[in-house]
T-cell receptor, first 115, second 111 residues
Framework: GAVVSQHPSWVICKSGTSVKIECRSL??????MFWYRQFPKQSLMLMAT?????????EQGVEKDKFLINHASLTLSTLTVTSAHPEDSSFYIC???????????FGNGTRLTVT | GQQLNQSPQSMFIQEGEDVSMNCTSS?????WLWYKQDPGEGPVLLIA?????ELTSNGRLTAQFGITRKDSFLNISASIPSDVGIYFC???????????FGGGTRLMVKP
C-alpha cells in the first residue's frame, strides 16, 4: 500500500535556528501533500497544502514566511520552520493521497523541540 | 480550521468490553475515515467509508457512514489491551483533498 516517509522523526534545536522536515511518498507520486501540526492532547490541525510545482496554500493563521514549504518533485515535500521559537515545539505530520480514490496516508511525524 | 465533533473524548474500559465512538458535523462529507494514533506516531488508517449508509468492518472494528453524510460511528468489539490509543474520525470533501479531523477519542483498556 501507499507509504509516506517522514524525516527526521525527532529534532531538538536552539531558538532562532531553522529546521527542515522532509516528507516523501515512497511508492507513488503525490502532486499534493498536506502538512499538519498537533499539540499535546489535541487533534491534527492543517497548516498548509503543498502543491508540486506551485506555491503552497496556507491555512488562516499560519505564517507562510515562517513555515516554508517546497514541493520540488512528485515524491518530496519539505517544511522548513525558520527562526524557530519554543512555541513552535510540536508534532508535525505530513500526509499524501494515494492512487485514485485512496484515502490520505500519513507519515510517522516529526517531534520538534525548540529550546 | 473546522473540527468535527467527536465523542466521547476519552474512555476507560475493561478488556473484553465493546466500544463505540462517533463523530458529527454540520457539513456534508463525501468520505469518512477512521484513524488510530499511537503515541509519537502518525495516524494509521483503520476504515474508509465512501457511501452514505455504508457499513464496513475490519476485524473487530465496524464503522458506518451516516445516511445524512454528516456523521459516522466506529465500534470496537471485545477490546484488547493493544486497542489503547487515540482514535480520530476525519471527513473529506473530495478525493485527494485535505481532511478535517475530529478531536479524538482516547481509549484506555484495563486488562
Amino acid at each position: 500500500g501507499a507509504v509516506v516517509s517522514q524525516h527526521p522523526s525527532w529534532v531538538i534545536c536552539k531558538s532562532g535556528t531553522s529546521v527542515k522536515i522532509e516528507c516523501r511518498s515512497l511508492d507513488f507520486q503525490a502532486t499534493t501533500m498536506f502538512w499538519y501540526r498537533q499539540f499535546p492532547k489535541q487533534s491534527l490541525m492543517l497548516m498548509a497544502t503543498s502543491n508540486e510545482g506551485s506555491k503552497a496554500t496556507y491555512e488562516q493563521g499560519v505564517e507562510k514566511d515562517k513555515f516554508l514549504i517546497n514541493h520540488a518533485s512528485l515524491t518530496l515535500s519539505t517544511l522548513t520552520v525558520t527562526s524557530a521559537h519554543p512555541e513552535d515545539s510540536s508534532f508535525y505530520i505530513c500526509s499524501a493521497p494515494g492512487q485514485g480514490n485512496s484515502p490520505l496516508h500519513f507519515g510517522n511525524g516529526t517531534r520538534l523541540t525548540v529550546t | 480550521g473546522q473540527q468535527l465533533n467527536q465523542s466521547p473524548q476519552s474512555m476507560f474500559i475493561q478488556e473484553g468490553e465493546d466500544v463505540s465512538m462517533n463523530c458529527t458535523s454540520s457539513s456534508i462529507f463525501n468520505t469518512w475515515l477512521w484513524y488510530k494514533q499511537d503515541p509519537g506516531e502518525g495516524p494509521v488508517l483503520l476504515i474508509a467509508l465512501y457511501k452514505a449508509g455504508e457499513l464496513t468492518s475490519n476485524g473487530r472494528l465496524t464503522a458506518q457512514f451516516g445516511i445524512t453524510r454528516k456523521d459516522s460511528f466506529l465500534n470496537i468489539s471485545a477490546s484488547i489491551p493493544s486497542d489503547v490509543g487515540i482514535y480520530f474520525c476525519a471527513g473529506q470533501g473530495n478525493a485527494g483533498n485535505m481532511l478535517t479531523f475530529g478531536g479524538g477519542t482516547r481509549l484506555m483498556v484495563k486488562p
